[in-house]
Nanobody, 115 residues
Framework: VQLVESGGGLVQPGGSLRLSCAAS????????MRWYRQAPGKEREWVAT????????NYADSVKGRFTISRDNAKNTVYLQMNSLKPEDTAVYYC?????????WGQGTQVTVSS
């Protein structure tokens, strides 16, 4: 089982990035997918959740209205569109797959928001 994140990088405040997480070795549509992030010196925190079919989404208050989580079950991929980025969004972003029986994490992708 692999979750591989991509799309991170350096962006100026107010900019946008789109993260992707490609899953392999799992029945992707069976998993609730989440994004988490961990800033230097801080605990990992939940960012967003999307249900199996993509019809239900939830967001942390800190990103609500700026970030959008989506998924394409045909491509086994979950996305995180991040707009109006702030320096406090700087973190390593992790993809997370959850089912009743299994939990998987990706290796993370670095997002740095700085001028």
């Amino acid at each position: 089982v692999q979750l591989v994140e991509s799309g991170g990088g350096l962006v100026q405040p107010g900019g946008s990035l789109r993260l992707s997480c490609a899953a392999s070795g799992v029945t992707f549509s069976s998993y609730v997918m989440r994004w988490y992030r961990q800033a230097p010196g801080k605990e990992r925190e939940w960012v967003a959740t999307i249900g199996n079919t993509g019809s239900n989404t939830n967001y942390a208050d800190s990103v609500k209205g700026r970030f959008t989580i989506s998924r394409d079950n045909a491509k086994n991929t979950v996305y995180l569109q991040m707009n109006s980025l702030k320096p406090e969004d700087t973190a390593v972003y992790y993809c997370h797959a959850w089912s009743l029986d299994y939990i998987y994490w990706g290796q993370g992708t670095q997002v740095t928001v700085s001028s």
